[in-house]
């Protein structure tokens, strides 16, 4: 097997220690969720759910590309680059017809040390894949929803060809170039260790790391017992121990951009707080200002659960690492964290 099979860690190796480093003058990631839809309705994600149940995620399908230029502007006035801007979100990236030129545009700027992709891999076409290497995108990440029709079937309830995903990513992977190949699975739709070495030999000859990832509690409205399977649902997402802290990390380390054009404080599958509209706010002045600042202060004291989604998101303990928790260094990140 050629690819390199990682537990308990991101794709880009150890973090370092949050809380010694803020607060941050740049963030260090910026997610920009490009699309709110999806071709799959995979049964532990919120686009399974009608429309109307899902809570606020955002009011426009796809974001302008002119104000996704204005972004990256915006992120070239950071004083250092960002670790990463991953395309990722609660829909499929590669809907947006113009990922590959977003995915350009980022790299000529130099605005990330990595820019990645989050994808059902569905819609990696030849074509596309020609342009996203071509365009200079890091690393594509790639979600395996299973390993036989049926499981795929079951899971995304919209789609069972698994053999145009193996020949979709094995093409990828003949033309990478320096683009990074990751393909994961999560552990709930594995239900035998024969479903697991089958993952391995699908795969791993046709990616550069492979990973099994643990079921992840995303929205508290899915019922997660119902399609847990064989996964315990007691490591986080990269197999740490879960965290007893409610500090959730997010806030002080990144940004996501919603295709509405509205800045959100994390990456869960429902939006806690809107900032700031990016068409009438720098990213600079959202990432340093009062409101963010404000939220950032409601986590270190203790009181997440005033906020409505917050008081139910079990997903940022699940989602962290020992890294990210803040807990001994609560005094002074209120200091630094004063209104401005």
Known sequence: MKARVITNQTPVGQRSQLAPALPLATPYMVQVFPVYACNFKCNYCVLSLPKAERGYISDQKSLDFDLYRKCIEDIRCFPDKLRM??????????????????????????????????????????????????????????????????????????????????????????????????????????????????????????????????LLPATPLIDYSLIAGRATIDKTQNGAEVATTNICPQPFYMLQINPDGFAVPCCGMESPLKLANVANNSLVD?????????????????????????????????AMFPEDVLDESVERLMDAYCDV
């Not at 795929?152 to 193996?166: F, G, H, K, M, Q």
């Open 286 to 318: 959202i990432w340093r200002g009062n409101t963010l600042n404000a939220f950032r202060r409601t986590m270190l004291s203790g009181h997440r659960c005033k906020n409505q989604v917050c008081a139910h998101c079990e997903q940022f303990r699940f």
């Open 85 to 214: 801007l991953r395309f990722a979100g609660t829909g499929e990236p590669l809907l947006h017809p113009q990922i590959a030129n977003m995915v350009e545009i980022a790299a000529s700027a130099g605005v990330a040390e990595s820019i990645d992709i989050v994808t059902n891999g569905v819609l990696l076409t030849p074509e596309l894949a020609q342009k996203l290497v071509t365009s200079g995108l890091n690393r594509i990440r790639i979600s395996i929803q299973g390993v036989s029709r049926e499981k795929y079937r079951e899971t995304t309830c919209a789609y069972s060809d698994l053999e145009r995903i193996v020949d979709n990513v094995a093409y990828l992977y003949s033309i990478r170039n320096k683009t990074e190949v990751y393909v994961k699975i999560i552990d709930s739709v594995l239900n035998t260790s024969e479903d697991e070495e089958k993952f391995y030999r699908l795969f791993g000859d046709i990616a550069d790391i492979l990973a099994i990832e643990h």
